[in-house]
């Protein structure tokens, strides 16, 4: 059974940090590249960051390039999105997501609110 499971999300003041982690079980984690996405409240889920299976690929949204950093460690099966310089537009919930043939696979969400 694949699962994945966010963590880490929370409050924080403009200008903070925080760093997302996403446990994996149930396939064989080194052999996938993994995404993050987010979700706003009356938008459309959007692809933050994407890590090739090796880490040696990292892509992501120009909202976000330069103040995130996607990273995966595949001996803990994790995959984690460190966010610096944290806006309140990235306000929204946060999935790790797996395209696992033939189905996507997505984690439950993790809330990360920016506010003062």
């Known amino acids: 059974q694949v699962q994945l499971v966010e963590s880490g999300g929370g409050l924080v003041q403009p200008g903070g940090s925080l760093r997302l982690s996403c446990a994996a079980s149930g396939f064989t984690f080194n052999n996938y590249g993994m995404n993050w996405y987010r979700q706003a409240p009356g938008r459309e889920r959007e692809l933050v960051a994407y890590i090739s299976s090796t880490g040696t690929i990292r892509r992501y949204a120009d909202s976000v390039k330069g103040r995130f950093t996607i990273s995966k460690d595949n001996a803990k099966m994790t995959v984690f999105l460190r966010m610096n310089s944290l806006k309140p537009e990235d306000t929204a919930v946060y999935y790790c997501?797996?395209?696992?043939?033939?189905?996507?696979?997505w984690g439950q969400g993790t809330q990360v609110t920016v506010s003062s």
């Open positions: 997501n797996a395209r696992i043939a033939p189905n996507d696979c």
